[in-house]
């Protein structure tokens, strides 16, 4: 089946978007630039759109790419580290205000989740290394990936450098479960995770 037939799957067999407010696009947002409120709507063929979130079923998930590179402190990431886990890829970057906004609440979500087989990674794109480390500094609970020219990202087909906050969970079959181009929530995230989890605890 292809890209296009299996997301008409995706349409029919009910993945949900939740329509939220949009994140940076291209540079440096509006300082006044917040998460919105949103409603929920079936999902469409094609790529995620900024400001929503999709959930896929088991049956409709694809490959995620590899995740590998260099981390902001200079050293190599560690890729095997994440086999069998369900792993939440972040892609941020330090002059993106819903990046901001949502540093805490990513932070939460990871001490929520991380002693159930979880692993967090951040990519910090479209940035200079000293500004992403500063931002990062005296609360980083997970590693990031430094990748200023969004070369991970691009990897993942629903979810486009050009927008930022975006968050992707990955099964531990490493399929891509759920892709959020929006600034989220410990409230939101976590429950999502955790559905995600699950799959392969009773696998």
């Known amino acids: ?8 799957v995706v349409a029919a067999t009910g993945a949900m978007l939740l329509t939220l ?12 630039s917040q998460p919105g409120e949103g409603v929920v709507q079936a999902a469409d063929t094609g790529r995620v759109r900024p400001g929503t979130a999709a959930v896929y079923p088991p049956a409709d998930r694809q490959p ?3 995740l590998s590179g260099e981390l902001l402190d200079g050293t190599t990431f560690a890729a095997a580290s994440l086999d069998g886990a369900t792993v ?8 993106c205000a819903p990046c901001r906004a ?10 929520a ?7 967090f990674i951040g990519i910090n794109i479209r940035d200079g290394r000293d500004q992403a480390r500063a931002f990062v500094e005296g609360r980083e609970a997970y590693p990031s990936l430094y990748d200023p020219a969004g070369k991970v990202a691009l990897g993942f087909t629903d979810v486009s450098p ?10 531990h079959q490493r399929r891509v479960a759920v892709v959020l181009r ?22």
């Not at 949502?102 to 001490?111: F, I, K, Q, V």
């Open 88 to 95: 939440v890829v972040n892609f941020w970057a330090s002059w």
């Open 162 to 171: 050009n927008t930022i906050p975006s968050t992707v969970v990955i099964d």
């Open 113 to 119: 989740t991380r002693d159930e087989n979880v692993r």
């Open 64 to 66: 995620a790419p590899p």
């Open 1 to 8: 089946m292809n890209r296009r037939a299996q997301r008409s």
């Open 21 to 32: 407010g949009a994140g940076c696009a291209g540079g440096p947002p509006r300082e006044d």
């Open 102 to 111: 949502e540093a805490d609440e990513l932070d939460a979500s990871y001490a």
């Open 182 to 203: 929006k600034a989220t929530t410990e409230q939101e995230l976590v429950p999502l995770i955790r559905q995600v989890a699950l799959e392969a605890a009773a696998s």
